[in-house]
Nanobody, 123 residues
Framework: VQLVESGGGLAQLGESLRLSCAAS????????MIWVRQAPGKEREAISG???????NYATFMKGRVTITRDSAKNKVYLQIDNLRPEDTAVYYC??????????????????WGRGTQVTVSS
């Protein structure tokens, strides 16, 4: 299983970015996945994810600024982040699991992780 994030980069305050998570050996159809970020000096925190039933889940602190979508044909999941702020600067990871039923914010529940993509937001 391999998960690969892309789409990160340098953004200005208020701009948007769309991150991608591409999977091989793992299908986003019928399996849950999650987007997690880790800012410098901070712990990883869950942002959003898709449940095994395809339900969209959002962390409260990001709700309204992020949209998660899935392209089943390409086996990719996207995370659109709008109105970027400097505090969004972090490495963004996607993770998936075949055992999680529904969805879980518990990071220890996720087996497969990508290497992350850096998002840097300047003011």
């Amino acid at each position: 299983v391999q998960l690969v994030e892309s789409g990160g980069g340098l953004a200005q305050l208020g701009e948007s970015l769309r991150l991608s998570c591409a999977a091989s050996g793992f299908s986003f159809d019928g399996n849950a996945m999650i987007w997690v970020r880790q800012a410098p000096g901070k712990e990883r925190e869950a942002i959003s994810g898709l449940g095994s039933d395809g339900s969209q889940n959002y962390a409260t602190f990001m709700k309204g600024r992020v949209t998660i979508t899935r392209d089943s044909a390409k086996n990719k999941v996207y995370l659109q982040i709008d109105n970027l702020r400097p505090e969004d600067t972090a490495v963004y990871y996607c993770a998936g699991d075949t055992v999680v039923l529904g969805f879980s914010l518990y990071l220890g529940a996720w087996t497969y992780w990508g290497r992350g993509t850096q998002v840097t937001v300047s003011s």
